[in-house]
């Protein structure tokens, strides 16, 4: 990146969060980040790893020295630290880290809550944690992680998780982080395409695809851009304004009053069919409905992002487009769930894996759950149709270092393995898509559906958040929905836009699709039941040079191969998948275990050249997704002791894996941070290791889990008891209401989801097409 001009997606810098941290506890989170990722000199550091090489070309010491001596106390980090726990951490749980940070603020707290590790030899012998010595303050922290309370066990995960966070992913205005160099870590942000060293080490430069004409762009309405002047701009692109009276009927089916902020100015407009949300499936019915003739509009809580503004910067770019900033986390805070929150939604910034439907599972959905839809001509037509527009194909040019290291491990040792289908052309090498495609290959929605719709009339309103489903009552018959009520802020004004329909279709997702029926009146006790989450443990090698495959973690297409090795696909259809990641140092720093400050520092070094798997386990499991009291989304989520032995095969296959490739150390996402060395270990001592994380991932707070795909939480059935959507995609309590999203899936899929949802998603446009036709 230019050294002369920031990008546009920083916007003047990350700026920190507003917080409500007194000094005190400021004090106690600068000795936190201190203590989790302190400044280490060179000496200290080789002292520690003897087997470092010393001898190393001066700019490369350097930039080891520079790394060493980061500490997360330096500049406004630690503000950072404070701003995101505001922003992220549900108001309940924020009260609990507000009461931990107050307690080690005081000498008693502090002696509470550390025991012995907060007794010190010099007087006073009980002190503040910010006085008590780092390497004292490492051990405990270190305690928190082991300890049978389970505030001790929360705080521990929260601050060893997101102070490394803050420090790897944030940026200065100019896309500079301290630690990139000695991660041997860059990002380009090159309108040539992405720089890639092939194996024999001559670089060669991907073109830039050409870019076709595109009509979403001049459909995308920002509606916090735009301000006062929305009602004309939705006039202008087709939408009718209502008059006060109509306004005034809308508003009055109202029931939901939960919006931060007081509506300067009340607006109504007319369309045919609203979609509530733009991802994989309101996009597909978008584009289906418009095609057909009718008019659409799509309300979308996220922001636009054309190409020209993805940064590939990874600390912004979550930011901006995933929820609470990739960092929603479940009720107890014992699971990381990633979701997407941009025009496009997950397909924007997914890793390109498109899976049509397992056979199993549909069978499993048809049979078991007596779904025909699933064993029909007309579901096979959808996912054909699904992967046309999307251009899946399984073919690759070249596999990057991560997919190269799964495929040998798997081939060495007899393992299922095989290439992914991706919706993007063979030489995609594209390793940033998790915070969207900068070279505009991957065919998101954004680029096929939304263009398609965009193309038939339909127009995105970004930056637009949709509060409750306006349904009116029928004497005698179920109530029938007439449109939404949705919120608009733009800088100090909010806007409340009431838009009137004949269909709402809602696909915000299967974390916020519950809320929203909630909100507006729906009753069944399905809706937010049955949470899937596909459950995902990590597990890593780390390769010298020279050893596995070419190249280094980040670079190169995310995915390309994978295993279904531990699947039990021709059995009970319940087990995991194993895959590899987008590898960035943020979401390493969140997923390696932290032992001490200088251990974590050297794990993190070898970023570039350690491989990352994960585990994707088809969970039996179900969560719930609530309303807490303080009206924000809650999310709880047990894994079952089936599913934990699922999820512990696949570690177990994945540590065998990386070792039959080459690694030269593995180890799994454990607190307790115990690696193996299979160059100098037997295999006995092998299978004793593995046992020993089999043993132990469950029962320790600090093992990483994380859930890039949620759903099931409106489930499609065939009867109210036991589902919140029909066959058809329409609610059981309001007639022109549907479901078009991640939410309806029968069950757990065990396999990426983003075929199977617009598949679905395909067949139920036609179900409202057909009704629209015939009332």
Same mark, same amino acid.
């Given at each position: ?35 989790? /990722? ?8 080789? !002292? ?94 270190? &305690? ?46 090159? !309108? ?100 057909? &003739? ?14 020209? !503004? ?296 070898? /970023? ?78 092998? !299978? ?88």
């Amino acid at each position: 990146m230019s050294d002369c001009e920031a990008h546009p997606l920083l916007r003047g810098g990350q700026h920190c969060q507003p917080h409500k941290f007194s000094r005190a506890q400021m004090e106690v989170i600068e000795a936190l980040c201190e203590t989790i /990722f302190p400044s280490v000199s060179l000496e200290e550091f080789f !002292e520690s790893f003897p087997g470092h090489d010393k001898e190393l070309p001066k700019a490369e010491l350097q930039a080891l020295e520079t790394y060493l001596l980061h500490s997360a106390k330096d500049g406004n980090l630690p503000l950072q630290v404070a701003g995101f726990l505001t922003q992220v951490m549900p108001f309940s749980e924020l009260r609990l880290v507000h009461l931990s940070l107050w307690a080690l603020s005081t000498r008693v707290g502090t002696l509470v809550l550390g025991g012995k590790h907060a007794i010190t030899k010099t007087f006073p012998f009980c002190k503040r944690f910010a006085k008590v010595p780092k390497e004292q303050r490492q051990c405990f922290i270190r &305690g928190f992680a082991f300890s049978c309370i389970k505030i001790k066990q929360q705080f521990f995960r929260l601050f060893t998780g997101f102070i490394p966070w803050i420090v790897f992913s944030s940026v200065d205005p100019f896309g500079f982080n301290p630690t990139f160099a000695a991660l041997n870590y860059s990002v380009d942000d090159d !309108e040539q395409g992405d720089i890639w060293l092939y194996p024999h080490g001559q670089h060669q430069t991907l073109p830039t695809p050409k870019k076709s004409a595109s009509s979403l762009g001049s459909r995308v309405i920002d509606a916090a851009q735009v301000g006062s002047q929305l009602a004309t701009e939705l006039n202008n692109r087709g939408f009718p304004l209502i008059d006060d009276d109509d306004v005034a009927h809308l508003k009055a089916l109202r029931r939901s009053q939960s919006f931060k902020k007081t509506s300067d100015l009340d607006i109504g407009v007319k369309c045919e069919v609203v979609v509530v949300g733009s991802g994989a499936g309101g996009s597909v019915v978008a584009a289906k409905l418009a095609q057909a &003739g009718h008019s659409v509009l799509i309300l979308e809580k996220g922001h636009y992002f054309p190409a020209a !503004e993805l940064s590939q910067l990874e600390g912004p770019s979550m930011n901006a487009m995933y929820e609470n900033g990739g960092c929603l986390l479940t009720k107890d805070s014992s699971m990381i769930l990633l979701a997407g929150t941009t025009v496009g939604g997950g397909s924007t910034v997914n890793w390109g894996a498109s899976f049509q439907t397992p056979s199993h599972v549909r069978k499993e959905w048809a049979e078991t759950l007596h779904l025909d839809l699933f064993a029909s001509n007309a579901y096979d037509n959808a996912m054909d149709e699904v992967c046309s527009r999307l251009g899946v194909q399984s073919e690759v040019v070249h596999e990057n270092f991560q997919n190269g290291v799964l495929r040998a491990g798997c081939q060495a040792l007899g393992f299922h393995v095989e290439n992914i289908p991706r919706n993007s052309p063979p030489d995609h090498q594209c390793g940033f898509c998790g915070l969207g495609c900068k070279q505009e290959k991957k065919q998101n929605a954004m680029l096929t559906w939304l263009e398609d719709a965009a193309a038939a009339e339909a127009v995105v309103l970004a930056s637009c958040k949709a509060e409750e489903v306006l349904c009116a009552k029928r004497e005698g018959q179920h109530p029938v929905a007439v449109g939404v009520v949705a919120q608009v802020e733009s800088g100090n004004t909010c806007t409340t836009l009431y838009v009137e329909a004949n269909v709402v279709v809602v696909a915000c997702g299967a974390l916020w699709t519950p809320l929203l029926l909630k909100r507006s009146g729906l009753l069944n006790h399905e809706i937010g039941q049955n949470l899937h989450i596909h459950p995902v443990q990590l597990v890593w090698g780390h390769f010298e040079e020279g050893r596995g495959a070419d190249g280094v973690s980040y670079r190169g297409g995310i995915m390309t191969a994978y295993s279904k090795v531990a699947a039990n696909w021709d059995t009970t259809g319940y087990g995991s998948v194993i895959q590899c990641v987008a590898s960035q140092p943020g979401i390493m720093s969140v997923c390696l275990p932290w032992v001490s400050g200088v251990d974590f520092k050297a794990r993190m070094r070898k /970023f570039s050249r350690t491989a990352i798997f994960i585990v994707l386990t088809r969970d039996h499991s179900g969560g719930q997704v609530r309303v807490d009291e303080d009206g924000c989304l809650s999310v709880y989520y047990q894994l079952s002791d089936a599913d934990k032995r699922n999820s512990n095969d696949g570690v177990e296959k994945g540590l065998k894996i990386l070792a039959a490739a080459g690694a030269s150390e593995v180890g799994s996402g454990n607190v307790d941070g115990e690696t193996f060395a299979p160059c100098s270990g037997t295999k006995a001592d092998f !299978e004793e290791y593995s046992a020993r994380v089999r043993a132990n991932t469950f029962k320790q707070v600090g093992t990483t889990v994380v859930s890039a795909h949620q759903m099931g939480s409106c489930r499609m059935g065939m009867c109210p008891l036991i589902s919140a959507v029909q066959p058809n995609g329409e609610t059981w309590e309001v007639k022109g209401l549907f479901v078009a999203d991640s939410s309806v899936l029968p069950t757990a899929l065990g396999i990426n989801p983003m075929i199977t949802v617009q598949s679905i998603a395909l067949c139920t446009a036609d179900n409202i097409l057909f009704q629209l036709q015939h009332g």
